[in-house]
């Protein structure tokens, strides 16, 4: 069973940064692929950022390029977003995700869930 803890979540104003990681544990980390998705109240699951199993490969999505940055330290089996600049509009419940077989947004979808950490911007 892979177990995802999230953490680092909070409460910031607008322009400030946060970096949440996710504890990973249950399976070798580095036969992962590692995302972020990040969900408001009556809304749908929202891809952020996807991280390849090895680390060298990431991509986001365009909301939040330029800004946040995915990582991951497959020593530490912990992955990170490095969040920068945040804006109202990415507060959310931010959840990591581990997929073994791909990295793209659906094959993360179908993957190992968290349980979340909430990121709230305010003015």
């Known amino acids: 069973q892979v177990h995802l803890v999230e953490s680092g979540g909070g409460l910031v104003q607008t322009g400030d940064s946060l970096r949440l990681s996710c504890a990973f544990s249950?399976?070798?980390?580095?036969?992962?692929?590692m995302g972020w998705f990040r969900q408001t109240p009556g809304q749908e699951r929202e891809f952020v950022a996807a991280i390849s199993w090895s680390g060298i490969s990431t991509y986001y999505a365009d909301s939040v390029k330029g800004r946040f940055t995915i990582s991951r330290d497959n020593a530490k089996n912990t992955l990170y977003l490095q969040m920068n600049s945040l804006k109202s509009e990415d507060t959310a419940v931010y959840y990591c995700a581990a997929d073994r077989s791909g990295w793209d947004q659906k094959a993360l979808l179908k993957g190992s869930w968290g349980r979340g950490t909430q990121v709230t911007v305010s003015s």
């Open positions: 249950g399976r070798t980390f580095s036969d992962y692929a």
